[in-house]
T-cell receptor, first 120, second 112 residues
Framework: AQTVTQSQPEMSVQEAETVTLSCTYDTSESDYYLFWYKQPPSRQMILVIRQEAYKQQNATENRFSVNFQKAAKSFSLKISDSQLGDAAMYFCAYRFPRGDSGGGADGLTFGKGTHLIIQP | DTAVSQTPKYLVTQMGNDKSIKCEQNLGHDTMYWYKQDSKKFLKIMFSYNNKELIINETVPNRFSPKSPDKAHLNLHINSLELGDSAVYFC???????????FGQGTRLTVV
């Protein structure tokens, strides 16, 4: 079974600084997807960034970027120029790809989350 | 406009009651899910439903039953509610061959 580990229960960063959230995972598959989701106090789950395992290039979305190390099974999230609105729980998630038929959908496996605090 | 919507957002009920949470998605997605987020914020999948195929997480008590009247809806019915069922329940959907899941806003269930 796949597992996702986030070793930092809580992180704190000064506004405008850069912070990196760690995530490691365990899988025997070679093709899969990795995600970072953000959950602010409103509790809405918001997709931050996605990485396909077959892509060597690290995904970026504006101030958010990942460092994907497939051999090490590591998938860290870097937030640059931190803003107060970035304060939230961040969840790393893994997904085994479904076939074209869509059958056997087993959803996302989540880590336990990292609570990110932004200091003004 | 809401892509995945759940009702109600909050639900307070007594032990032993039966309750339902409704979920609707207007994204045309083929697969829908229910996730449970416990008091420690841990998210775990409960069910997925794809093209009338239901996949059940073995750890989910059989008091929980998903019901899908059509592709756009996946409701969660819970019988004989227990204190330990208190949690936030999320509905989500994803497209055929898609990757990420789109989440509803969650339903906070409190059993007293």
């Amino acid at each position: 079974a796949q597992t996702v580990t986030q070793s930092q229960p809580e992180m704190s960063v000064q506004e405008a600084e850069t912070v990196t959230l760690s995530c490691t995972y365990d899988t025997s598959e070679s093709d899969y997807y990795l995600f970072w989701y953000k959950q602010p106090p409103s509790r809405q789950m918001i997709l931050v960034i996605r990485q396909e395992a077959y892509k060597q290039q690290n995904a970026t979305e504006n101030r958010f970027s990942v460092n994907f190390q497939k051999a090490a099974k590591s998938f860290s999230l870097k937030i640059s120029d931190s803003q107060l609105g970035d304060a939230a729980m961040y969840f790393c998630a893994y997904r085994f790809p479904r076939g074209d038929s869509g059958g056997g959908a087993d959803g996302l496996t989540f880590g336990k989350g990292t609570h990110l605090i932004i200091q003004p | 406009d809401t892509a995945v919507s759940q009702t109600p957002k909050y639900l307070v009920t007594q032990m032993g009651n039966d309750k339902s949470i409704k979920c609707e998605q207007n994204l045309g997605h083929d697969t829908m899910y229910w996730y449970k987020q416990d008091s420690k914020k841990f998210l775990k999948i409960m069910f997925s439903y794809n093209n009338k195929e239901l996949i059940i997480n073995e750890t989910v008590p059989n008091r929980f039953s998903p019901k899908s009247p059509d592709k756009a809806h996946l409701n969660l019915h819970i019988n004989s509610l227990e204190l330990g069922d208190s949690a936030v329940y999320f509905c989500a959907s994803s497209p055929q061959g898609g990757t990420e899941a789109f989440f509803g806003q969650g339903t906070r269930l409190t059993v007293v």
